[in-house]
């Protein structure tokens, strides 16, 4: 009796010793779609993996999320770990709220900045001292109709890449409803009947204006040094959006007053040929009965490089009142895993594009609609990098919607679009800690 008392002692002290021995990481995270269960998934498996460090995840939308993250922080009650998204990161960082990552850090767990697209790496880094991890991409790209593309006599397998090979295309695909082309006698772009793509009004219009905008070699915004001043009023800009408001008054090859959401209808009914929107958008279409359609990098339709807007979600350890070094490391540990080229694969399953090139060059993605974009995805450009992502875009938005509307010339609508960014990141700066 007395030898078992003794050996049950000494399973108990064993068991509490392995418990004390864990370090226990909390986890905030917005994925709480489709994705959340892939990222359950692989909690479990860390967790399996790491016997000595046990994370506990909390889904909070994101909204939610940015809410409660800064006065998480002063209150000294911050999770171990968060995920941010590309718009609120910067501003996040500038504030204090996330804590650098050292190269020794990175190191150590086995973070290598090279092996990320570099666009979305450097979403995380400010003055050269990164303070998050890319786990999650997506990007804008373009959806077209490959039936629609044969019935016109063109390339189903080609779509096109160049601005003359989309106005080409645009007018092949475009149609009123007696079944004339644009240019042709009679043309009555009033009635269409089948169309290229709409280009639609804001948010998602806003966002794909930016990509091609972006193409002409605009920032939209100048660098800290410059006190973030935008800069979307230039002749380059200018340029790409006459180009796209053409798109739809001059070239007819659009609908008037097309919404993001009447496009989406339109792409499924076959109307609109091809739709310019987010990779979010596979599933969907590809549960349309009867729908056969391809995926491609939008078109370079500007004149200095290949550019589409991009979003991103990081992995990042946010300010502690008393750091705890133990979890300090065991945090990085669970982000260098969680962003591994493996982790990364599997995470793709739910939509999202690879961080990664050699996720994207790999054999396990090759099956995946989006493989065709492993080229398009290093000509990335997030919107990110200063504090008012918010103030920059409501400003953007309102001003391409005046131009493509008519309510304003495309000069003016951007003369006075980049007044008003002016002046709410103005106001902005003064919410900044001093640096």
């Known amino acids: 009796m007395m030898m078992r008392r003794i050996l ?3 399973l108990a002290a064993a068991l509490l010793s392995a418990a004390a021995a864990q370090t226990e990481l909390t986890y905030w995270h917005g994925f709480t779609g489709p994705d959340m269960p892939l990222m359950e998934q692989l909690i479990a498996e860390f967790n399996a993996q790491h016997p000595d460090i046990v994370v506990t995840a909390e889904a909070i939308p994101w909204g ?8 998480s922080v002063a209150a000294g009650r911050a999770p171990d770990v968060v995920a941010v998204n590309e718009d609120v990161v910067t501003g996040f960082i500038l504030r204090g709220a996330l804590a650098p990552m ?8 086995d973070i290598d900045p090279g092996r990320f697209f570099g666009p979305l790496w450097d979403t995380g880094v400010v003055d050269d001292v990164a303070y998050a991890v890319p786990v999650h991409s997506v990007m804008v790209v373009m959806y077209y109709n490959k039936a629609a593309f044969a019935a016109a006599g063109l390339d189903p397998e080609a779509p096109p890449t160049t601005r003359d090979e989309y106005l080409a295309a645009a007018r092949a695909l475009t149609t009123d409803t007696a079944g004339r082309h644009p240019g ?16 639609v009004s804001p948010w998602m219009g806003g966002t794909v204006a930016y990509a091609f905008t972006a193409q002409n070699g605009v920032t939209f915004v100048d660098g800290a040094e410059a006190d973030y001043a935008p800069n979307f009023d230039s002749a380059e800009a200018e340029e790409m959006v006459q180009f796209l408001v053409d798109l739809v008054n001059v070239h007819q090859v659009s609908p008037k007053n097309a919404t993001e959401g009447s ?11 091809m739709n310019f929107n987010g990779v979010w958008m596979l599933s969907q279409y590809a ?19 290949f550019a589409t807007w991009g979003g991103s979600s990081h992995l990042a350890t946010p300010v502690q009142r008393r ?3 133990a979890k300090q490391a065991a945090a990085m540990t669970f982000i260098g895993w969680m962003t591994q080229p493996e982790q990364n694969l599997f995470w793709t ?14 054999e396990g993605y090759a099956s995946n609609p989006m493989s065709a974009l492993g080229e398009a995805m290093e000509g990335t450009f997030v919107l990110t990098g200063f504090p008012f992502l918010a103030q920059f875009r409501g400003a953007w938005d309102a001003a391409y919607e005046a131009a493509l509307l008519g309510d304003k010339t495309v000069a003016q609508a951007l003369a006075d679009g980049v007044a008003e960014a002016a002046s709410r990141i103005a106001d902005g700066l003064q919410s900044l800690p001093p640096r």
Do not use: C, H, M, Y
Request: charged residues 15%; negative net charge; glycine residues 10%.
């Open 8 to 10: 049950a002692a000494l």
């Open 64 to 71: 939610n999320l940015w809410q409660q993250l800064e006065p």
């Open 102 to 109: 050292s190269p020794d850090a990175l190191a150590a767990a």
């Open 184 to 199: 042709d006698a009679g043309f009555d772009g009033d009635a269409l009947a089948s169309w290229a793509a709409g280009i």
């Open 263 to 273: 496009e989406i209808d339109a792409f499924r009914q076959g109307k609109a040929a």
């Open 287 to 305: 549960e349309q009965p009867g729908l056969d359609f391809g995926v491609a990098a939008i078109p370079q339709l500007g004149n200095e490089r």
């Open 323 to 325: 750091p705890d070094a």
């Open 349 to 362: 399953a739910a939509g999202g594009l690879p961080t990664q090139p050699a996720v994207a060059a790999s």
